[in-house]
């Protein structure tokens, strides 16, 4: 492996003080946006181009809540890193708020020197091109910059002026190096950075750990979906199919799988675990080259979380972990991007932390607080790639023959739901995502090709959880857990199966019904039983779920827990303490 390199930024100070004490528009910004504008001056300029006085300066919030989602006519902006900040505005004639971007390289010239700098990179390509983790190749090229470039301590010290906006700067070349001032440099190094290292113009969605979505359909702006205020247009658009093609091959070849007009998809995984997916030209896209990257947080959402923001309720995790405790098999399923896997990461928690776990998929999406636990993920050999094909059935044989506690697979669309029956039969403990937006349809699709599982072994299949995006009392849209049903069996002289509603999302009042309270099947029938419990007292089950939810609201409410892996960490304790 490469020796990673140590270097440091050269320094270039400007005085921006004469400026903002002249300006205008920074005297009656609020506090906290003027200390945002001192320290990316690129701020100023960009609000200078705004109409601020309709619509107003923006508000800066150094983190966002769920709760401001609520938020009318949206104006404001937050971090993403330490030079770059969003602004999130309900723009006048537009039906989404937009979502722009603001980067060191805003309303700055800096073009000629940009490509001075690029082109002398060109012929230093292997001071850098041979590391592989980004850090490495982020200090290769810094110290390849510094190198090249010359910094003047004051704006305007070398070379001639080019004024534009409300600065002016400076550029010339010397020999192997170019001259510039401290905010072009800043400016050359962040696009260098973004271009050669990130993903381009897509680096600040990529970055920000609010965006659960980024598509782009084709020619014109792309489109992001935002965990606070859901669906949004960005800033960024192509005008052409030539400008669009040449992103998306550009974009390939920075993830290393490339399309071609004969391989013109491509399905990915970036390094921080996102999905992406790409369609190359006009031949298989009428409406041109497109693109979409599903995000993937590096902490998944915790089950108290999603309590917090609606989706299910104390009992039902309560009665959520208790199935799962007893090794019962359950599917979360429902419609794309309807929080399946979220879900389904979530309840993991559940799971007794001495388990061993076996997750198998074919994108990795699954977290697991776990310590045991084996992450399988399916091949399947592109251009270049050595060795066979691994597929989802051959990784879930293989999890057969290591003694898993659980399996988990994160989503069952073909052949391999036969299996994981089969291994349900045998007395492995199954968890998967699934797409059906209700139990009748859920069992269609087991039942029916390609998955074909016998009738009989459908009620091998203990929980059914439906997952569902809803629209609210409100009008607002929302993620829901809309029912948790129990298979109960199937009757081959009617053909029909039959399965019992536990919980059931009421659409008008938004919350959650108990209605199989004293009348669950699993919980009386099954797990009472499991638990020593005589079946004239089999409604105390009741009571241990009851405690439970307390258990998990005291938790939540009264000690603030609420990330995923403080609370596994409770939760462990809790069950040896036999408090939980």
Request: aromatic letters at 8%; a negative charge.
């Amino acid at each position: 492996m490469a020796q990673v390199i140590q270097a440091e930024s050269p320094p270039g100070v400007l005085d921006w003080g004469s400026h903002m004490a002249t300006c205008g528009i920074f005297d009656p910004m609020p506090p906290e946006v003027k200390d945002q504008c001192e320290k990316n001056t690129h701020l100023l300029e960009y609000i200078h181009t705004l109409p601020t006085d309709e619509v107003g300066i923006p508000s800066y919030y150094p983190e966002l809540t769920r709760k401001m989602g609520g938020l009318e006519n949206r104006n404001l902006l937050y971090p993403v890193s330490d030079e770059v900040l969003i602004h999130v505005w309900s723009a006048p004639g537009e039906e989404r708020d937009l979502y722009i971007p603001v980067e060191p390289s805003f309303n700055i010239p800096i073009e000629k020197s940009l490509l001075d700098v690029e082109t002398r990179l060109i012929d230093r390509a292997m001071e850098y091109a041979d590391f592989e983790s980004r850090e490495e190749r982020e200090a290769a090229l810094l110290q390849s910059m510094n190198k090249i470039c010359k910094v003047s301590n004051k704006t305007g010290e070398s070379g001639g002026k080019k004024s534009k906006g409300l600065f002016s700067f400076s550029r010339s070349s010397s020999g192997d190096r170019v001259s510039m001032n401290g905010q072009e440099y800043k400016a050359i190094k962040y696009m260098i950075f973004r271009d050669r290292v990130g993903l381009g113009v897509l680096e600040p969605m990529v970055l920000d750990p609010n965006i659960e979505d980024i598509s782009c359909a084709g020619v014109g702006a792309i489109f992001l979906e935002h965990k606070v205020f859901s669906s949004m247009k960005s800033g960024l658009a192509f005008d052409s199919h030539d400008e669009l093609d040449k992103f998306v091959l550009r974009l390939s070849e920075q993830i290393k799988r490339p399309v071609t007009m004969r391989s013109p998809i491509v399905d990915a995984v970036l390094p921080d675990g996102s999905r992406i997916n790409i369609v190359y030209g006009r031949e298989v896209s009428r409406r041109g080259s497109n693109f979409t990257i599903r995000k993937f947080s590096d902490t998944p959402l915790s089950i108290l979380e999603l309590i917090e923001f609606g989706s299910v309720s104390y009992k039902m995790a309560a009665y959520l972990s208790i199935v799962l405790e007893e090794g019962m098999n359950a599917f979360v399923s429902g419609e794309t991007a309807s929080g399946k896997t979220t879900l389904m990461n979530a309840i993991t928690t559940f799971v007794p932390a001495s388990a061993k776990i076996v997750s198998i998929e074919d994108t990795p999406e699954v977290q697991v607080p776990h310590g045991n636990w084996l992450r399988e993920v399916a091949k399947a050999p592109g251009k270049g790639d050595v060795g066979a094909a691994v597929t989802m059935m051959d990784l879930l044989k293989a999890a057969l023959r290591q003694r898993p506690n659980l399996i988990i697979i994160g989503e069952i669309r073909g052949e391999e739901g036969l299996i994981a029956f089969q291994a349900m039969q045998t007395g492995h403990p199954v968890m998967a995502t699934f797409h059906a937006s209700s139990v009748e349809k859920l069992i269609q699709r087991l039942t029916g090709h390609p998955i074909s599982v016998p009738k009989a072994y459908v009620d091998n299949l203990n929980v059914v959880i439906i997952q569902n995006a809803v629209k609210l009392p409100n009008g607002k849209m929302a993620r829901r857990a809309t029912s948790i049903s129990e298979i109960v069996g199937y009757d081959p002289v009617s053909n029909s199966f039959s399965f019992v509603e536990v919980f059931r999302w009421d659409p008008q009042n938004d919350e959650f019904e108990f209605v199989g309270d004293k009348n669950s099947y699993l919980l009386e029938e099954v797990i009472a039983f499991r638990r020593g419990i005589p079946a004239n007292k089999k409604w105390d089950i009741y009571i241990q779920l009851e405690k439970r939810a307390r258990v998990l609201e005291r938790l939540h409410k009264q000690k603030g827990i609420t990330g995923y892996y403080e609370l596994q960490k409770v939760l462990d304790q809790a069950q040896r303490q036999g408090i939980f």
